[in-house]
Every structure is written in C-alpha cells, then in structure tokens.
C-alpha cells in the first residue's frame, strides 16, 4: 500500500474462545496488542448503508492496510479487534478482502465505541 499515507494504529485483540462440553467459556490464549499501519478515511452516505443499522449512528472510518483485522461473527468465538484512533477505541464493524495482484489490502469500517461497551469492560 506505497501510495496510502500511513498511520501507526494500535489494535487490541482479545483472546478467541469456545464453549467446552460442560458449557463453560474457555478463552484460548492470551489477549494481544500490536500496532499496523492504515490510511484512515471518512466513509461516504452509501458505504454507510454497508454497515448494520444499529452502527448507523456512530462516528464511523475507514481503514486500509495490509494486515487482517478482525470483526465479530455470530458464533466464531472471534470478538472485534478494537484501534486506536487519536485515543479514541473502534471497533472493527466490517472487513472486505481486496485481492488484485496489484495492492492487496484489506478495508475495514470501524465505529466508535460508546462508554456502554468500553474495553475491556469495567470493573465495579
């Protein structure tokens, strides 16, 4: 992606897991953090449609980089990466594959996150 200006982005990723046979959720592994390069955008009124509704109403961007992010998806046992955008926490809405041969690279929507649903969830 030589042609995008870059940002340094942190991504949090926490641990993946499943249901064991007793019904239990056992995480795999330790949460993570690393940082990728991105250009960041504004989406546009009809990239918005793309999104789930309820995500509508929050301040949305638009990643492109090199690295994989991930979303959340019903029954994977994968939870949505969160970035770092300018201190801000977002999390990874929806990713679409681009495989060209020319720049492959992925785009990725993120929404911000509201106090209601911060990371990792607070303690009381």
Same mark, same amino acid.
Request: hydrophobic share 30%.
């Given at each position: ?7 340094? !982005? ?6 993946? *897991? ?10 795999? *592994? $330790?949460? +993570? ?9 504004? %989406? +546009?009124?009809?990239?918005? !449609?793309? !999104? ?9 961007? /638009?990643?492109? +980089? ?14 949505? @990466? ?9 999390? %990874? %809405? ?17 929404? /911000?996150?509201?106090?209601? @649903?911060?990371? $990792?969830?607070?303690?009381?």
């Amino acid at each position: 992606m030589s042609g995008f200006r870059k940002y340094t !982005l942190t991504v949090k990723r926490k641990a993946s *897991g499943d249901y064991d046979s007793s019904g239990f959720f056992k995480v795999s *592994g $330790p949460d +993570t953090d690393f940082t990728i390069t991105a250009s960041v955008q504004p %989406v +546009t009124g009809s990239e918005m !449609l793309l !999104l789930p509704e309820n995500r509508r109403q929050s301040e949305i961007k /638009k990643l492109y +980089t090199s690295t994989e992010l991930y979303g959340t998806e019903k029954g994977s046992g994968v939870n949505a @990466d969160i970035v770092i955008i300018d201190t801000q926490e977002f999390e %990874v %809405v929806r990713v679409y594959t681009w495989k060209n041969n020319i720049i492959d690279h992925y785009k990725i929507f993120v929404a /911000k996150r509201t106090t209601n @649903d911060s990371f $990792p969830p607070e303690s009381s």
